[in-house]
């Protein structure tokens, strides 16, 4: 019975430090593409021009950011939980700013023009200490 434990408790060890290394490769590959694209060229352009991008087409969410009451503010595009690109917006044309219940159709969202893009690159706790 104790080797059975022991076994098991192994087995999730290994199988933690695996998807922990996986999560590293996927983090460094997302990092490689993302500082490589010119964000640039993007600036004035349809969200979705962006969206089709080697890298940008990667995110895993989609967030929204309000300033209350419900005022459109700008969108967040997750990568990993160290990993965003912030997204802001000129003018909406295709999708009302407004929205009490901060629900927007990301399809008219991805009409939009894009104003700025800030990729985020989220310092790991073992790169703080």
Sequence with gaps: M?????????????KSSFGQNNLIEYENEIKVKLSSLDTEKYIGKPLENFLQSDGANMY???MWENEPPGVFFRLILKYSSRIY????LEDLKHQKKFNILNQWQFEKIRKEVIQKLEIVFAPSSSEND
């Excluded at 104790?2 to 290994?14: M, R």
């Excluded at 690109?85 to 802001?88: A, E, G, K, Q, T």
């Design 85 to 88: 690109i912030l997204v802001y």
């Design 2 to 14: 104790y080797k059975f434990i022991i076994t098991l408790s192994l087995l999730a060890v290994y």
């Design 60 to 62: 895993v969410d989609i």
